[in-house]
């Protein structure tokens, strides 16, 4: 008999498997009925079992944002990786070019600075360059090359050099960016294409504008991460309902101090202090009114007064976190769930990969 | 040779031995010049080795707020430990009393509910019974009774129980408020020692004010954690300097996108995204007028406009995060390092044990 949730000891994480399998089928379906090819960022799951299931449904490869993270997937068999990170010092570059000796691996940069020390490393793999994309700041503000001309610079720079191939641009876009997105995108591509380096590849992505990847066709593959648990920011950006949503974490009611005050054995160990513009760092399941107003790290505060029903000491509940990702990133081990019954427990297999 | 710290790669945590043993030594002279006892908190290192340390300085025992910690603790020989939490749920009851058969053992309840569940567990341990707390919410708005005179009918429960022992009290104080805390532990041991019931142990603590700890005469044990590192958090609150800080996190710049921006190669999935009231995220060693305004999982956005010196790509940082404790949770491994030289590298034994 699979083991019941009532028996696992909390706080823990339960991956409701046929939800995550609807949702990753949902999405496959979308982006062949879009022609949109997907590269699934395994940040949010961290787990090869998942990673494969991605490619199985259709998936052209992987994304992974650590090296660490990348090398796990390897172990585990995945051949199909882009990594598309800075990747700086001299132990870092040596990873990477094991790293490239063992699967089909394309990064990014975004400054000469990090393609000349690509370009160090791979100095004598003309025979097998290493595939490098110009990451693009489209508004989001994190890294990225600022203009459509700096990107056909950097493109030069990489095409320069014996041991890279250049081979396009790469994006983390704004949420509900789109329009301005693809704008950039097609400016920097024309420029590009004019001058003799058109993009092979044009990656975006993101869980937030996933069901408005074909609205950027210039994109050639999108980088999806949340969508296979979704997360309540993601129920509050109408992305998904609460029903999608895969991740939970059990946790138990250990004190009602007060009439309305209910503290559970979860805090920002548990769950993150993540807040993401939310009110409160967790939808109570059930409790619709309830108001997880504290965290600290092994205590979660909620607020039941305005709760006709309120849980009693040593009722469990489940928790949708704000943020699925860094959850998964807690937690040495999760918990797969169909329905009430454990089906397996995994080893988050990829967590804790810092560098 | 020992380690430099400029072959590591980021992000990583260090640890500086020298700062982490000053601080437990004049933490320990500070109480052992007015009589308090050190009950250090383990959660902020997490490491049976500096567990170890404090009880050779002169701890009285250690304090783990989760049964998983105090597992690990008692297999690297820690041999007495408080455990303030309300620990409810067949499972962990099964492991509580496993522990006390390994260790000199007390946990807190602040209802009759836990109680029972203590008292279920321990019904034929009558001749070792378990000594239990009355938790006291004395302020902080977390778990505890709420009145000294509710803490006065929880005891007498728990002596009424065979194979329980009535022991004291046990409150996590609000920052600042030692009068209150002072005279709330007052009432309900004068209450308590009408009742018959004199406590034995009153246990309260904090580093926020850990130098006040004199102030509160009743207490018989004092729980500072973070004492042993401190942390931006603290160095705001006037408790430590950022010369006594033993924690950083050592980053890379990966991207400088433009004249005033840097992105560091750690999100908070290597600092958290606790900002504890603080403006940003930690503060960058040596760039006092950096905002670390921006967090994503693998990236950190700085704000160097106020900066005159404004850092390279390829520069290393030392980050002092906001929250100490939590930033041990997410690491695997944390080099102990003395001056520029990494002295040892050791596993987290107790990270990420949530349960």
């Known amino acids: 008999m699979p083991r019941h949730i009532d028996t696992l000891q ?4 339960l991956i409701d498997l046929d939800r995550a399998e609807a949702n990753l089928k949902r999405a496959q379906d979308y982006a062949d009925a879009h022609g949109v090819r997907l590269r699934p960022h395994i940040k949010t799951h961290k787990l090869p079992l998942f990673a494969k299931r991605q490619l199985e449904l259709g998936a052209i490869g992987i994304t992974c944002q650590k090296l660490g993270e990348a090398e796990v997937m390897a172990d585990a068999g995945i051949e199909d990786i882009f990594l598309p990170y800075n990747l700086v010092a001299p132990e870092k570059l040596a990873r990477l070019k094991d790293l490239a000796k063992r699967v089909t691996l394309a990064v990014t940069a975004d400054s000469a600075y990090v393609v000349d020390g690509y370009a160090e490393t791979f100095a004598d793999s003309a025979g097998a360059p290493l595939e490098v994309l110009v990451e693009c700041d489209t508004g989001a503000g994190r890294c990225g090359v600022q203009t459509p001309d700096d990107a056909v610079v950097l493109a030069k720079h990489i095409a320069s050099k014996p041991g890279l191939v250049f081979d396009g641009l790469m994006t983390y876009p ?16 024309d420029k590009l294409t004019a001058a003799g380096l058109p993009p092979k590849t044009i990656s975006t992505g993101g869980t937030p504008d996933i069901w408005r990847a074909h609205e950027t066709p210039i994109a050639t593959e999108y980088r999806p991460g949340t969508y296979i648990y979704f997360d309540r920011s993601l129920v509050a950006r109408d992305v998904c309902t609460v029903d999608d949503c895969a991740l939970h974490v059990l946790v138990t009611v250990v004190s009602r101090p007060t009439a ?4 559970i054995d979860a805090g920002s160990k548990a769950l993150t202090s993540d807040l993401l513009g939310l009110n409160g760092y967790g939808q109570v399941v059930g409790y619709p009114d309830a108001v997880i107003y504290g965290m600290s790290e092994e205590h979660g505060n909620i607020d039941f007064s305005a709760s006709a029903k309120k849980p009693e000491i040593g009722e469990r509940l489940l928790i949708l976190p704000n943020h699925a990702c860094p959850v998964s990133n807690l937690y040495d081990h999760v918990h ?3 329905g009430d019954h454990v089906v397996e427990t995994v080893a988050v297999a990829a967590r804790g990969r810092v560098d």
Chains 1, 2 share one sequence.
Do not use: K, M, N, Y
């Open 10 to 13: 909390t706080p823990c994480v």
């Open 174 to 189: 704004p949420a509900g960016g789109t329009a301005d997105v693809r704008a950039w995108l097609q400016e920097a591509s």
């Open 260 to 263: 309305d005050r209910a503290i």
């Open 336 to 338: 797969l769930v169909s």
